[in-house]
Every structure is written in C-alpha cells, then in structure tokens.
C-alpha cells in the first residue's frame, strides 16, 4: 500500500497549487485521507482531512477559505486546492491514510494515521 503525492512547486504569494495524492495497492473506502506539512525543525502541522466514503472534511483555522480538500473514488485520488498561497504555507506537504473514518479533531492527530506518502515541496515567495 502506497500513497504517492505530487503538484509541489514554487509560486509567488497570491497563486495557487493543486496537489494530488494517489493510493495504490488497495481500496480506501473505509479510510480518512489527510494532508499534512512541516517545515524543517518544527512538528509536523495538520492542515485538512476528509473521509473517503462521506463528505464532511475538517480544516486547520490557518488554511480555511483557502484550501479545498476532495477526493476522486474512481481513481483512488485525492486532491488539496491551494489558493491564495502566503509565504507561510511554504512547507513539504505530505499525504496520510487513516485505517477508520475520523471525526473532527482526530483528523488532526498524527497517531491515527498508518500510510504516509513522500511529500511534496510547496514553496511561496514573497
């Protein structure tokens, strides 16, 4: 079981990025999927997560109104919609798989993810 993340890249204040993350191996039906970052020498920061099966999503304060979290069943996909990026989003984004479906401030917590993917470097100048 694989989670393989992309769309990283560098992108001046005010753009956007879309990031994906791509699950191999199994199904995730029964999952709760989410994106994380870190910057080097801090702990890593939850950001957005979402249920694979149902529809609600749960967002760190810091990225509301601004990153969209969904998913794609069809193929295994799932997507973070980053717009009107600041210099502090700057980070490695990485993708998690959580064994149960989550619920509000347990998407958040580390512990209850078992598949983490690679990451991808998001990097937004000033």
């Known amino acids: 079981v694989q989670l393989q993340a992309s769309g990283g890249g560098l992108v001046q204040a005010g753009g956007s990025l879309r990031l994906s993350c791509t699950a191999s191996g199994r199904t995730f039906s029964n999952y709760a999927m989410g994106w994380f970052r870190q910057v080097p020498g801090k702990e890593r920061e939850f950001v957005v997560g979402?249920?694979?099966?149902?529809?609600?999503?749960y967002s760190a304060d810091s990225v509301k109104g601004r990153f969209t979290i969904s998913r794609d069943n069809a193929k295994n996909t799932m997507y973070l919609q980053m717009n009107t990026l600041k210099p502090e989003d700057t980070a490695i984004y990485y993708c998690?798989?959580?064994?149960?479906?989550?619920?509000?401030?347990?998407?958040?917590?580390?512990?209850?993810?078992?598949?983490w993917g690679q990451g991808t470097q998001v990097t937004v100048s000033s």
């Open positions: 998690a798989a959580a064994g149960r479906p989550l619920l509000g401030s347990d998407y958040a917590r580390t512990r209850y993810y078992d598949i």
């Open positions: 979402i249920n694979w099966s149902s529809p609600g999503t």
